[in-house]
């Protein structure tokens, strides 16, 4: 009788573990999904304003100018999310399957050049 009881609190307290482990993964989980969209947004802007720039350029064959002079392109590279190299990449975390999870690290990149 008494193993048996002190079995159930064993199991109760795994149970517990597990449902906490399991409800910060979702909310990790759920936190880099938000980050990422914010990433996907920004570089799909980020996108669309080069895309903008190359027509400009395109359609007057205008001679190189500074970034500010360019319609629309006074935002580009101050909120860009740089991507890096795959050898920039650390492996030294796990997600609860074990496999690494990849994350960035970050560098001091240099101001951008304004031709």
Request: hydrophobic share 30%; charged share 25%.
């Amino acid at each position: 009788m008494l193993k048996a009881k002190r079995r159930v609190l064993k199991n109760r307290g795994y149970a517990l573990n597990c449902r906490m482990r399991r409800v910060q993964n979702q909310a990790q989980m759920e936190s880099d999904n938000v980050q990422l969209k914010d990433q996907i947004r920004s570089l799909r802007q980020m996108v669309q304003d080069l895309q903008n720039r190359l027509y400009y350029y395109e359609q007057g064959q205008h001679s190189i100018v500074p970034q500010t002079e360019l319609p629309g392109m006074s935002t580009v590279m101050e909120s860009v999310v740089t991507p890096y190299a795959p050898s920039d990449w650390s492996s030294s975390q796990q997600d609860h399957f074990g496999s690494p999870l990849i994350t960035s690290t970050v560098k001091d990149e240099p101001s951008p050049r304004n031709y």
